[in-house]
C-alpha cells in the first residue's frame, strides 16, 4: 500500500486512470452489466477517432497555454461544407481536401489574430466560435423543401464514397437533425402561438 501511495505522489496523472476503472465500475453494476457488453462498447468506441483528433490539438493548445473554444463549432461546420460540395458535383478526394483546408484557414485565422492583435484566445475563439456556427446553421435558411433534397443527395453521394465518407456522414447526420429539429419547433410555434406552454 506504502509502495502504491508513493507511486502514485510521484505521478499524480494516475489519478485519472483510477477515476476511470472507478467509473467503469459503478456503471457495469448500476447498468446490470450492459456497460461493457459488445454493442453497447462498440457505439462508444465508433466516436473516439473523431473525438480524440479533436482532444489531440486542444490539448497541444492547452500545453501551450492557449485554449480553443471554436472546435466543436469547426467540428460541425466542416463535414456539412464537404457535403454540400459533394451535392455540387465536386468528387469526394477534392471536398474532403478543401473541408480540411477550410477547417486549416480557420485554425489558421485563430492563430494569427491571438498573435498578431495580442487577444486573449479565449476570445479570439469565443468569437470564431460563433462565425463557424452561423455558417453551419444558415443552410437551414433555405426553403425547407430544398433543404432535405439538398441533404438527401449530399448523403446519398456520401454513402456511395463507402467507409472512407462514414465519418462525415455521421456528423454532417447530426447537423441535419438539428436543423430538422429546429424546424419542426418553428413550425409549432406558428401554428399554435395562442399556447405557447403546448408548442
Same mark, same amino acid.
Given at each position: 500500500?506504502?509502495?502504491?501511495?508513493?507511486?502514485?505522489?510521484?505521478?499524480?496523472?494516475?489519478? /485519472?486512470?483510477?477515476?476511470? %476503472?472507478? @467509473?467503469?465500475?459503478?456503471?457495469? *453494476?448500476?447498468? #446490470?452489466?450492459? &456497460?461493457? =457488453? +459488445?454493442?453497447?462498447?462498440?457505439?462508444?468506441?465508433?466516436?473516439?477517432?473523431?473525438?480524440?483528433?479533436?482532444?489531440?490539438?486542444?490539448?497541444?493548445?492547452?500545453?501551450?497555454?492557449?485554449?480553443?473554444?471554436?472546435?466543436?463549432?469547426?467540428?460541425?461546420?466542416?463535414?456539412?461544407?464537404?457535403?454540400?460540395?459533394?451535392?455540387? /458535383?465536386?468528387?469526394?478526394? %477534392?471536398? @474532403?481536401?478543401?473541408?480540411?483546408? *477550410?477547417?486549416? #484557414?480557420?485554425? &489558421?485565422? =485563430? +492563430?494569427?489574430?491571438?498573435?498578431?492583435?495580442?487577444?486573449?484566445?479565449?476570445?479570439?475563439?469565443?468569437?470564431?466560435?460563433?462565425?463557424?456556427?452561423?455558417?453551419?446553421?444558415?443552410?437551414?435558411?433555405?426553403?425547407?423543401?430544398?433543404?432535405?433534397?439538398?441533404?438527401?443527395?449530399?448523403?446519398?453521394?456520401?454513402?456511395?464514397? /463507402?467507409?472512407?465518407?462514414?465519418?462525415? @456522414?455521421?456528423?454532417?447526420?447530426?447537423?441535419?437533425?438539428?436543423?430538422?429539429?429546429?424546424?419542426?419547433?418553428?413550425?409549432?410555434?406558428?401554428?399554435?402561438?395562442?399556447?405557447?406552454?403546448?408548442?
Amino acid at each position: 500500500m506504502k509502495k502504491f501511495l508513493k507511486i502514485y505522489m510521484e505521478r499524480p496523472e494516475l489519478a /485519472g486512470l483510477a477515476l476511470l %476503472v472507478l @467509473l467503469t465500475i459503478f456503471f457495469q *453494476l448500476k447498468s #446490470g452489466g450492459v &456497460f461493457l =457488453n +459488445g454493442t453497447n462498447l462498440q457505439g462508444m468506441l465508433s466516436i473516439l477517432p473523431e473525438m480524440t483528433l479533436v482532444a489531440l490539438g486542444v490539448t497541444i493548445l492547452m500545453i501551450c497555454g492557449e485554449f480553443d473554444l471554436s472546435v466543436g463549432s469547426v467540428f460541425a461546420l466542416t463535414p456539412m461544407a464537404i457535403a454540400i460540395m459533394l451535392n455540387g /458535383g465536386i468528387p469526394f478526394p %477534392v471536398a @474532403l481536401f478543401l473541408g480540411l483546408l *477550410l477547417a486549416a #484557414g480557420i485554425g &489558421f485565422a =485563430n +492563430g494569427f489574430i491571438t498573435i498578431r492583435f495580442s487577444i486573449p484566445s479565449f476570445i479570439t475563439t469565443l468569437g470564431m466560435l460563433f462565425v463557424a456556427r452561423s455558417l453551419t446553421v444558415d443552410f437551414r435558411r433555405l426553403p425547407a423543401a430544398a433543404a432535405h433534397r439538398y441533404s438527401d443527395l449530399a448523403v446519398q453521394r456520401l454513402r456511395g464514397a /463507402g467507409q472512407r465518407g462514414a465519418h462525415v @456522414l455521421r456528423v454532417a447526420g447530426a447537423d441535419r437533425a438539428c436543423i430538422g429539429g429546429h424546424d419542426v419547433a418553428h413550425q409549432f410555434r406558428q401554428l399554435d402561438q395562442g399556447h405557447r406552454r403546448a408548442a
